[in-house]
């Protein structure tokens, strides 16, 4: 067994992967594994037929009861295929000899129903092991798993459903005028001709399905030995163990070359031109070596369908209209072409005065700044002092105008503050104005201005009118202190 | 020399790197179909059952139908990746560059099973398994999907704490590789076939018998953990 020669990539798989890469291989050996199952089953089945008495039932369960028989030559076969030795004609006794000998025995008759044929053919077939070695061998290798049993179980089925498939497939595809296949007598019926065709589709069936799976058992086998003995190490060694390529010897020789170039050069320039040249074949042909690896991409066909000639005439002329509706087409749509022109051309002159008004500036406004705040002093009413603002308040309040008089009072203590020289900024909020005064007095000094706001903010935000006892209090308070800080200003 | 024959589908990402895609054949494929058609099968007993016994009615029984079979496999294959059949056979559903199935091929993968499916059982579907490089069935093949074994998680062997010996030089990354496994998957070989095996090896340097196997896990030692 020459390891290297084997055709399918060797690596650890599932036992699952190394079926369907029977199933694989089996594809492209189809036709020889199909054509020598043929060559193996044809006299078979023709022998079987007077055998059997022409009778379909039992000629078909004999036909497959001898199954093995066929299978044997792929086997053989696909063991010499995989190490790159395709047989040819020639090697058919060969095949046949290797299938059909002794070994073959038991599995046609104790071995027939195991669910393992396929995998284990290959013990008994190839290794030529029997007896206690054999079922030594066996054993161990099927360790590896239930993967052969549900191999020979689908393959079962497959035929099944192939088999259904196609006398389905006739049945519906026969005309109704012809003589239709009877499906129940096609199936259980063994006097009538439509059950030689369904055990022929049968037979046809299953010898399209052998291929499969003869080669999927093999490389399960292939497969749990490969587990067993590392085979792809022994690979992947042996490669790594021999010498290296060629070119590598002769990159090697490149400087020898050189010296002898230089000298060459030294000696003879007729010579040097001369060495110089081949020397670039040389290369050429280095390069070209390496550019052929694959490492530098690879070439690959790829089929197409293409037009074999090109239409000349392009499309076909529209059938013609009258004359006169396609002079009136023409008019219409040169006017709604002038006419969207027009449009397109009123609309960019727009678009011009629009961005040249724009960027001039002319369209630009200073934002809105709102209204102005009103500053305290112009808050009160003109020509009003500090001293006429308690008849003011209660001017107000005897109008039952709360928020005025709050209002007011609220202004003149803001306006009392200024006066005695804090300063207040314009739109500072009451609960600036509060801390800004807190800041500056200490807390007897303020007076009644924080109950004041207090008050004021109640009624301005939250509309909750005080007693106007409240407001009457609070003017007194606000008098006092008034007159309190003035005194205090006249003591300073 | 043509390449060897595997069932490996290589895609080129950009970055040049090589995903493989390991595609799945007709068997695995076949019992995942099976495995569905039980899980699926109770699901049509359920509403059967609720039918008939707990007053659903049977215009609710037929929309449950309709949903079970146009849309069992869509809702596994968009959200898991794949069917629980397709699940405990470790198998998964994914565009042919490799990339998660999306919606739209997974409808149309699922849509064209009644293609497939046709005259019987699958038998269109299966003939085109058999015939396809890469296993896939019409609606695969119309969707641009294909079926592929998972990558299984392994528990990481270990290489055994041994003196490490550094490997001679020039050794490339098969090579490596091949050291690597061949010690962490020397405990399932026989000791003479380890030995054999090594001994392609040392063949330069003289080691024969157990020696050699004790030089090549010195590589393997020095590649996995370096000089330390």
Redesign the interface.
């Known amino acids: 067994m020459e390891i290297d020669r084997?055709?399918?990539?060797?690596?650890?798989r599932?036992p699952?992967?190394g079926?369907?890469?029977g199933?694989?291989?089996a594809?492209?050996w189809f036709w020889p594994l199909w054509g020598l199952w043929c060559v193996g089953a044809l006299p078979v089945a023709l022998i079987l037929l007077p055998l059997t008495g022409f009778r379909p039932d039992i000629w078909l369960l004999a036909v497959w009861w001898l199954k093995p028989l066929y299978e044997a030559p792929l086997l053989a076969w696909s063991s010499r295929a995989l190490f790159g030795r395709v047989p040819t004609r020639v090697d058919l006794p060969g095949l046949l000899r290797v299938g059909w000998g002794r070994r073959i025995l038991p599995f046609l008759l104790w071995r027939r129903l195991g669910p393992r044929r396929a995998f284990t053919m290959p013990v008994s077939l190839l290794e030529g092991l029997g007896g206690r070695d054999g079922r030594q061998r066996r054993r161990l290798l099927n360790e590896g798993g239930a993967t052969p049993s549900?191999?020979t179980l689908?393959?079962y089925?497959?035929e099944i459903?192939?088999w259904?498939?196609?006398l389905?497939?006739l049945f519906?595809l026969v005309p109704s005028e012809l003589p239709r296949i009877d499906l129940q007598s096609a199936v259980l019926d063994a006097d009538t001709w439509a059950y030689w065709i369904s055990a022929l589709a049968y037979v046809l069936v299953f010898s399209c399905i052998a291929p499969?799976y003869v080669c999927?058992g093999f490389m399960l086998y292939l497969n749990r030995r490969t587990?067993?003995?590392?085979w792809?190490?022994?690979l992947?060694?042996?490669?790594?163990?021999e010498p290296k390529p060629h070119w590598t010897a002769s990159a090697r020789a490149a400087p020898v070359l050189l010296l002898a170039l230089v000298f060459g050069a030294g000696l003879a320039p007729g010579s040097a031109q001369a060495a110089s040249t081949s020397d670039l074949d040389r290369a050429r042909q280095l390069i070209q070596e390496v550019l052929e690896a694959s490492d530098f991409g690879q070439e690959r066909e790829v089929w197409v369908w293409a037009p074999i000639e090109r239409d000349e005439q392009g499309a076909e002329p529209a059938e013609t209209l009258p004359e006169w509706i396609a002079a009136i087409a023409v008019r219409v749509a040169s006017t709604l072409k002038w006419g969207l022109m027009a449009l397109a051309l009123v609309g960019l002159a727009l678009l011009a005065r629009r961005v040249l008004r724009d960027w001039r500036g002319l369209s630009r406004r200073p934002p809105d700044p709102g209204p102005e705040p009103v500053g305290i002093f112009e808050s009160i009413p003109e020509g009003m002092s500090l001293d006429a603002i308690p008849d003011q308040v209660r001017a107000c309040l005897a109008e039952g105008d709360a928020r005025g008089a709050l209002g007011l009072l609220y202004r003149a203590a803001l306006l009392h503050l200024i006066q005695q020289g804090l300063g207040i900024p314009d739109g500072a909020t009451e609960l600036e104005c509060l801390a800004l005064a807190r800041k500056r007095c200490s807390a007897s000094e303020l007076g009644p201005l924080p109950r004041l706001v207090r008050e004021w903010r109640g009624l301005a935000y939250a509309h909750v009118v005080p007693d106007p006892g409240v407001i009457e209090s609070l003017l007194t308070d606000w008098c006092r202190w008034r007159e309190s800080r003035s005194t205090e200003d006249v003591a300073v | 020399m043509s390449?060897?024959?595997?069932?490996?589908r290589f895609n080129e990402t950009p970055e040049g790197v090589d995903l493989g895609l390991?595609?799945?054949?007709?068997?695995?494929r076949?019992?995942a179909f099976l495995l569905d058609a039980v899980v699926r099968g109770a699901l049509y007993l359920a509403l059967t059952l609720l039918m008939a016994f707990a007053g659903v009615g049977l215009g609710l029984m037929l929309l449950g139908f309709f949903l079970l079979e146009w849309f069992y496999p869509v809702l596994f294959e968009i959200t898991k990746g794949a069917t629980p059949g397709k699940s405990a056979?470790?198998l998964a559903v994914v565009h042919d560059d490799g990339t998660p199935v999306g919606l739209s091929a997974s409808m149309i993968r699922n849509l064209l099973r009644v293609l497939d499916f046709?005259?019987?059982?699958?038998?269109?579907g299966?003939?085109s398994c058999?015939?396809d490089?890469d296993?896939r069935r019409l609606g695969d093949l119309a969707a641009g999907t294909l079926v592929v074994?998972r990558e299984?998680r392994r528990p990481v062997a270990a290489i055994p704490q041994i003196a490490s010996r550094p490997p001679p030089p020039g050794?490339?990354l098969?090579?490596q590789?091949?050291i690597l496994?061949?010690v962490e998957?020397g405990p399932?070989?026989?000791t003479a076939?380890r030995v054999e095996?090594a001994e392609?090896?040392t063949?330069?340097t003289g080691h024969r018998g157990p020696a050699a196997v004790d030089q090549v896990t010195g590589w393997a030692s020095w590649l996995a953990r370096g000089q330390g």
């Open positions: 084997i055709q399918v990539a060797l690596r650890p599932s699952w992967e079926l369907d890469l199933f694989a291989l594809r492209g549900w191999l689908v393959s089925h497959f459903v192939l259904a498939a196609m389905l497939g519906f499969f999927a587990e067993l003995e590392a792809d190490l022994e992947a060694f042996r490669k790594a163990a | 390449p060897p024959l595997d069932t490996i390991r595609v799945a054949g007709p068997v695995p076949g019992l056979m470790g046709m005259p019987v059982l699958y038998g269109v299966l003939v058999l015939v490089r296993f074994h299984r050794l490339d098969a090579t590789q091949a496994s061949f998957r399932r070989l026989s076939r095996l392609i090896l063949a330069d």
